[in-house]
Every structure is written in structure tokens, then in C-alpha cells.
């Protein structure tokens, strides 16, 4: 392989990394660590030097560009956080919070006290209560095994949300590193740019890496002598939405205004399709309303049970987008789950999404196989 007057071999290729971050230097992609483009990547070589898009941006413009990496690299790369003094600040998406949490989090921090940062409260409607939430997510992730020393509500597009979270990152600057972690899509980059500039102050930010010579894909961003904020690249979740469509697809189902929920009178025998990517049958139970919690932008479909299978067939593509026309080759097959919900439960879609009902009823659930779903109390 030849490249500005450079002679690669395949081994030598794989020798470029990132002299901010570390993260293997590549053109491909980028949304995937140590992206370059290939004309810079060329100059890089004349000059002996690289650094990712990435860390040029956060250097010259304090602008951190999110980068996802699979849950088993995660899991490889801060492998020793749980030997290591620390405060871990996790990031969760009150919009999908079920999507939010990381398999197996006890285990890789250790015993280090963790922060949840709830983030995306903007996108609830007003009437919601902030006590309310912070109870509700606290017995999610008591459920879940997690036991947070704080849980802090917030939006990271608003700053007057955030000074909670700087004045305990200051502090605990004074003695320890702070790591900012969340899988992809929660925002967590958005708020990094906060820190970074409520952080780096006129001084501006310079990114290292503490083990020169190896992959990292995570920067760190030095506050004082000894201590630093640490953000480590978003987690990619197999089992979201998102994971399976395009920026088109992703845009339309991930709000990006308060929502405005929907409610819907159906009797048994009628079905809601979420887009083309959920189908909601009402197979038993009284006339009861369905609230949908959901994108503004997502398309809702009211229909009869009888044929519904035949109309999704039909339409998913079109009418029933998400996902598109040129995706449903690779899109996985929809498969059947049985629901039963009680008054005030949420049946909530990962990365979609959360129906609430105000009767018992019995549901037949139709997702894309490999999604998850939960059945919740209501969190509205």
C-alpha cells in the first residue's frame, strides 16, 4: 500500500495511532475511534505525527466528537478502573432508560461511588415532577442492582441545569480522576463539551494519553496536576433502535423537543404501529386509552387487527418509516411478544420509546428481533 510517497505494508499500517488519545489512526468511519481523514492522514506522515479528527477538534476548538466502540472493548479499556480511586459519572437517557444501562456496570467499576446523571429532562413534558422521576429511577436502578451515591436530573444542551454537576466534579477533582461513561446516543458527548468548557477555562484543553503507545479511545482532559475528566467512548447497545438504522431513521425516532404524548382509544382487536417498527395488538381487555410517549416526528397508525400483519407487509418503508426502503434487506424480522399490562404500567421499546395504559389488558408485541423491552410502573 502506497500513501504520499510511503511505502505500507499491512503491519506497518496498523503502527499509526493518535498521539492525543492513542486510538488506532483509520479513514473509514467516522463515528468509530481514531478517524482521520485520508488526506490528512497523508500529511501525518510527512510530518511524522498524527492526531485523530477527534483530538485536532477538542485541541483547536474545545469541540469533543462522540466515538462508539462495542461493550467488550469498553469492558477491556477500563479494566483497571476498579483498582483506581475515582468517581464514575454515568450518564443515562431518561428518554430510554432501560437502554441507558450498561450489563455488568457493579463489576467493572468495582467498589468506585458512581454519580447517575439523568440526562434529557427537557424532552419530558412540563407537568412532570422532578421528585417523582428521581424516586422512579432510583427504584429502576435499585432493580437493577445499581445503588447511586447521587442522582442528579438534567439537560446538557441547558447550562443552568448543570452547576449540581460541576460543583461535585470539583470537588472531586481535588483528590481523584472523574470518568464520564454511557452507552451511545445519551448525550454524553454534549455534556463532556459543558465540562470542557466550564473546565478548561482561557486556558483551553490538551489531550493526552497516560500509556503512550497503546489504544485507548478515551481522552482525557487534565483540570489540575493531578487529576483530570476522563470520557470514555460511547457504548454501543445491539439491542436499540438506533443500532439498526441509519442517521435518517435515528433522527426520526430520537426526540429532540419536549414530546407531545399521544393518546389513543382502542378497542380489543385493534393495532397501534409505532412507524414500521413496532405493531401493537390489542388482543384482549376493555376500551382503554394508549398513551404514546414517543418522537414527535414518529409516525403513528391506527388500524384493525385483522390484516394489520398484510398492511405492515405493505407499507413498512413508506407510510410505516422508519425504517426505509433500501434498509428492510438488513432490517431484522419483526417477532411476536404476549404482554399483559396493568393500570399504569409502561410497556417502554429500547431506543423507541413507552405506551402507557390506564386498564389491564393482554398485547401481542411485535419488535425487531434482538430489541429489548421492559414493563415498568409508569413513569409518567
Request: hydrophobic residues 40%; glycine residues 6%; proline residues 4%.
Amino acid at each position: 500500500m502506497k500513501i504520499g510517497g510511503t511505502n505500507l505494508t499491512n503491519d506497518q499500517e496498523w503502527n499509526y495511532q493518535c498521539i492525543g488519545c492513542g486510538a488506532m489512526i483509520q479513514w473509514e468511519d467516522p463515528d468509530r475511534a481514531g478517524y482521520l481523514p485520508e488526506s490528512a492522514f497523508k500529511k501525518g506522515i510527512e510530518e511524522d505525527g498524527f492526531y485523530c479528527q477527534r483530538c485536532f477538534r477538542l485541541r483547536h476548538y474545545n469541540e469533543l466528537h462522540p466515538v462508539e466502540v462495542s461493550e467488550e472493548v469498553f469492558r477491556d479499556h477500563l479494566s483497571s478502573l476498579a483498582d483506581e480511586e475515582a468517581l464514575v459519572v454515568k450518564v443515562v437517557d431518561i428518554f430510554d432508560v432501560e437502554g441507558s444501562l450498561i450489563s455488568g456496570f457493579s463489576r467493572i467499576i468495582g467498589k468506585q461511588p458512581f454519580v447517575v446523571v439523568a440526562n434529557k429532562m427537557d424532552l419530558l413534558p412540563k407537568s412532570v415532577k422532578a421528585n417523582r422521576v428521581k424516586h422512579w429511577l432510583k427504584e429502576c436502578l435499585r432493580e437493577n442492582g445499581l445503588i447511586a451515591s447521587e442522582i442528579l436530573l438534567l439537560s446538557a444542551h441547558k447550562e443552568s441545569t448543570l452547576h449540581p454537576l460541576f460543583d461535585l466534579i470539583k470537588t472531586a477533582l481535588k483528590t481523584k480522576n472523574v470518568y464520564l461513561v454511557g452507552v451511545t446516543n445519551v448525550g454524553k458527548s454534549t455534556l463532556m463539551n459543558q465540562l470542557i468548557r466550564h473546565f478548561g477555562g482561557e486556558q483551553g484543553v490538551i489531550t493526552t494519553s497516560n500509556h503512550p503507545g497503546t489504544t485507548l479511545d478515551k481522552i482525557v482532559i487534565p483540570v489540575t496536576d493531578q487529576t483530570a475528566i476522563i470520557d470514555t467512548p460511547g457504548i454501543i447497545q445491539s439491542h436499540q433502535l438506533a443500532h439498526y438504522l441509519d442517521r435518517r431513521g435515528v433522527k426520526n425516532i430520537l426526540p429532540s423537543k419536549r414530546i407531545k404524548p399521544k393518546t389513543f382509544q382502542l378497542n380489543p382487536e385493534q393495532t397501534l404501529f409505532l412507524a414500521g417498527l413496532a405493531q401493537i395488538d390489542f388482543l384482549a381487555g376493555d376500551k382503554t386509552s394508549f398513551t404514546c410517549y414517543a418522537s414527535n416526528d414518529l409516525y403513528l397508525h391506527r388500524s384493525k387487527l385483522a390484516g394489520a400483519s398484510d398492511f405492515l407487509s405493505k407499507h413498512q418503508g413508506d407510510l410505516l418509516s422508519p425504517p426505509y426502503t433500501d434498509q428492510l434487506v438488513e432490517f431484522p424480522e419483526m417477532i411476536a411478544h404476549t404482554v399483559f399490562l396493568e393500570p399504569n404500567q409502561d410497556l417502554a421499546i429500547s431506543g423507541l420509546g413507552w405506551i402507557c395504559v390506564n386498564q389491564k389488558v393482554q398485547l401481542k408485541v411485535w419488535i425487531p428481533k434482538g430489541i429489548h423491552f421492559s414493563i415498568r410502573q409508569a413513569l409518567i
